[in-house]
DNA sequence: CAGCATCCTCCGCGATACTG
DNA sequence: CAGTATCGCGGAGGATGCTG
């Protein structure tokens, strides 16, 4: 029997060392991983409060689906990381702001932009000598 | 002020990566998310330096095939945060080990899971009040 | 022991069409 | 305008078998 996955937790602590599984990261990480999710946000950030409409937001992320735009809104809504307004009008209008969690939550994946930034030359010399010896 | 258009949003465009001539945020990101890497680097860094064999790293983590353990440390190290090294044995050995750059990833890392764990009992609730009014 | 090679399944995501 | 409903593909990842 399979298709039941092995929810892998983990978390390390200041030390280095693993907690026993405090906070399931792995659908967290999820979130942050899919697709749209991180550019989503970004695109809220910059708005600084600003609402924006489903459209607005479709337009200023590029490129993505109505369905994902639509199913990225509402993860990050169950997560609390986003506020969803629907105004009852003809025609609808819906918008979006990022709620105090949904900020603060840039605030670590600003540090881990940050290392990625700052070693991204180094790792892609390594990745060129490690194709080259392949 | 905080928060200005530089740091957040990096900006990250449409395939992924944030400012074309930046980093791409997206390969990089999906090692931290794809299923083992963050479990076989948080083993690592618990090894405190001490060499972990592939058998014991298979262990360790628990529940990764062969194959994905193979995939994930070679991916690790092509990207520098991984030692391997082969011993000419029979039977084989071959060890690994975090690189300097791989226990410094650990910063970023440790950040984020720090947020997730501070944060994880808000979205919980938050996700079954979701959830309820569904 | 530490792996490849192969096959297969699942599901994230895109494309398209329809609706209140 | 802001969604739902369906379909289909591609790729991550599991299971199994073989090997130096």
Do not use: H
């Not at 298709?3 to 990480?29: F, K, M, T, W």
């Not at 899919?34 to 950030?45: C, H």
């Not at 540090?111 to 930034?117: A, K, M, P, V, Y």
């Amino acid at each position: 029997m399979k298709g039941e996955a092995v929810n892998v937790d983990i978390s390390i602590d200041a030390a280095g060392s693993i907690a026993p599984d405090l906070c399931p990261v792995r659908p967290l990480l999820d979130r942050m991983a899919d697709k749209w999710s991180l550019l989503v946000i970004a695109r809220l950030a910059e708005a600084r409060g600003r609402r924006l409409r489903f459209s607005e937001l479709m337009r200023a992320v590029g490129g993505v689906s109505q369905r994902m735009l639509t199913t990225t809104l509402r993860n990050l809504e169950r997560d609390g990381l986003v506020i969803r307004e629907v105004f009852a009008e003809v025609p609808p209008r819906v918008e979006y702001e990022l709620t105090e969690r949904g900020k603060s939550f840039l605030i670590p994946v600003r540090t881990l932009i940050g290392w990625l930034e700052a070693n991204w030359p180094d790792i892609q010399r390594n990745r060129e000598l490690y194709d080259k010896n392949e």
